[in-house]
């Protein structure tokens, strides 16, 4: 492998600038057949490996089985075509991996084509704070249920579906609480919230598990029967 004092070798349009203009976290560098050549102290420690363990494609043995695959053939796309890539892929193993955002460019000496140049940022936190905020943008607080938003995007994928497959079929079923706000000026808001609660899991209880049941708004539910046979199958439904 390559040493880090060894970089300031590199020619002017080598590891050195493109690492720098990458602003990285981690790097790593590769020769035109994919092998490992380089990879700094950082690179180590996202993957928990050895550097012994990573020299030639062995570094590909870090990336997460589930996404091997995917990278591996899109770096040799990048490789043949030369060009860059960006790319995100799981390092480690549950419940212990991360995800990281990979971004490679050509590296050239001259006119000659020497391999890649590449960082690979965690963005483990940043996922998480992405998929936090898309479930609570989705999902009634409340009830642990999709919300209004997400039901309706429910309902357009169906309907989608139903014009691919005219004998895919499809009910919506209405559901609200008479006289909920007696319950909650009678007993309180919490007591209320205590049966907006239960009645969402008696309703979700009551269907299939590739059903959708949503709170809409307040004390209305909405339902989403699929893949029915028939107008019975949605009747029997309401009735449980």
């Known amino acids: 492998m390559v040493s880090p004092q060894d970089l300031h070798s590199f020619d002017s349009s080598g590891?050195?600038?493109g690492l720098v203009d990458l602003a990285p976290v981690a790097l790593i560098s590769l020769d035109p057949?994919?092998?490992?050549?380089?990879?700094d102290?950082?690179?180590?420690?996202?993957?928990g490996r050895a550097a012994a363990d990573l020299r030639g494609h062995g570094w590909l043995s870090a990336i997460d089985e589930r996404d091997r695959h995917a990278l591996a053939s899109r770096m040799q796309h990048a490789l043949?075509?030369?060009?860059?890539?960006?790319?995100q892929a799981r390092i480690g193993i549950e419940p212990n991996e991360r995800w990281v955002l990979f971004r490679w460019r050509p590296r050239w000496i001259g006119d000659h084509f020497a391999g890649m140049?590449?960082?690979g940022t965690d963005i483990t936190d940043e996922r998480t704070t992405r998929a936090e905020l898309a479930y609570r943008a989705t999902t009634d607080s409340l009830t642990g249920l999709p919300n209004r938003l997400l039901f309706l995007e429910h309902l357009k994928n169906e309907l989608g579906f139903g014009e691919r497959w005219p004998d895919r079929?499809?009910?919506v079923a209405y559901c609200d609480l008479d006289h909920f706000a007696g319950v909650n000026a009678?007993?309180?808001q919490a007591r209320a919230d205590d049966l907006l609660a239960a009645v969402g899991r008696r309703l979700s209880e009551s269907v299939r598990p590739f059903d959708v049941v949503s709170r809409i708004d307040g004390d209305e539910f909405a339902i989403l029967l699929r893949c029915l046979d028939d107008v019975e199958d949605a009747t029997a439904a309401m009735t449980r």
């Open 15 to 17: 590891p050195s600038a």
């Open 33 to 39: 057949s994919g092998r490992l050549t380089w990879c």
């Open 41 to 47: 102290n950082d690179w180590l420690r996202l993957t």
């Open 80 to 87: 043949e075509a030369r060009e860059e890539l960006e790319i």
């Open 117 to 119: 140049v590449g960082s």
């Open 169 to 171: 079929r499809l009910a």
């Open 186 to 188: 009678a007993h309180g």
